[in-house]
């Protein structure tokens, strides 16, 4: 009589070349290859899947996928399911934090329904105007915002705290730390840290592909790989753009045309609101740029 294959729940953490690599409780990493209908499936597997498999080979810990659980959500940008929260990384010094680039991000995640933390590193070396300018650009609109510094370890207490329990995807450009945070998560990841490059100041570090890291029970971190600026305003429309401002909301409905651009119209309650100081000029700044980029972009 054939023995009773193994069946076993776990979390793909990682997908390359066809092979998928699975954790599973009390036997760590599988790898799995998919049957065809999988593949072929609706449910396609990707990283972040909860999935189900059996145990080929418990030595060599080799496994078969054989159905994928149904996800809470998943993303384009990055491919990836089951993420609770995005953590943006940005440093306050060395680099420069492009903070146009920030609202990048912001739109992409905020677009695909995600709840987005963002988070400013080198806390140590920041000058304190511009951290005081910075933090409330971005708390007073309505984000969560920490500051931390992965070399004096400040910070990550919080950073511990937040991601107990939750799927979360680390997200910014190359050079912020954003390796450094994970690697002090999660010391197993190893990954590359390397220094910025004193010509051009930008991190030798690029992630190449998703990858979920098992931290503890029930908390993964993941690494996504890097995106041009172009990539984060996929799809977004110049009309639409002002809906991902939320500190517009209070102003909407009351500038004298409506629709209203909120950026050359006279009359316009959320530049009136920027100009009496209770609106951003980083923000409001960086909306006016996205805005006519798209603008742009759409003439050619």
């Keep these: 009589m054939a023995e009773t294959p193994i069946v076993l729940e776990g979390r793909i953490i990682k997908a ?38 059996e145990l080929i080979d418990e030595q060599e810990k080799l ?17 990836v399911a089951n993420v609770d929260q995005a953590l943006i990384v940005f440093a306050y010094e060395s680099p420069e934090p492009n903070l146009q680039l920030l609202d990048r991000f912001l739109l992409m995640l905020e677009k695909q329904g995600t709840n987005c933390i963002i988070c400013f590193n080198k806390l140590d070396i920041a000058d304190d105007n511009k951290k005081k300018e910075i933090l409330n650009a971005y708390s007073q609109c309505g984000y969560r915002v920490l500051e931390v510094s992965a070399k004096s370890h400040e910070g990550m207490d919080e950073i511990n705290s937040l991601i107990e ?19 002090l998560i999660c010391p197993e990841a190893l990954m590359e840290t390397g220094n910025i490059s004193r010509k051009t100041e930008r991190g030798k570090h690029t992630t190449r592909h998703s990858q979920l890291f098992y931290v503890r029970p029930d908390t993964y971190i993941m690494d996504t790989p890097g995106f041009t600026a172009i ?70």
Excluded at 22 to 43: F, M, N, Q, S, T
Excluded at 73 to 79: F, M, V
Excluded at 243 to 270: A, I, K, L, W
């Design 231 to 300: 990539d984060l305003m996929e799809g977004v429309e110049a009309e639409d753009l002002k809906h991902y401002y939320n500190e517009f909301y209070d102003y909407e409905g009351n500038c004298r045309f409506d629709p209203c651009s909120h950026t050359h119209e006279p009359g316009c309650s959320v530049k009136d609101a920027r100009g009496e100081g209770k609106i951003s000029k980083i923000r409001y700044e960086n909306y006016a740029y996205l805005y006519n980029e798209i603008k742009s972009r759409k003439r050619y």
């Design 16 to 53: 390359i070349a066809g092979f998928f690599y699975v954790y599973a409780d009390g036997y760590g990493v599988i790898e799995c290859h998919a049957k065809g209908v999988l593949r072929k499936g609706p449910y396609r597997p990707i990283v972040g899947d909860r999935v189900r498999l």
């Design 63 to 79: 496994g078969s996928l054989i159905d994928v659980l149904k996800r809470t959500n998943s993303l384009i940008r990055p491919e």
């Design 165 to 183: 329990g939750k799927v979360t995807a680390f997200a910014g450009p190359s050079g912020v730390g954003k390796s450094s945070l994970i690697n």
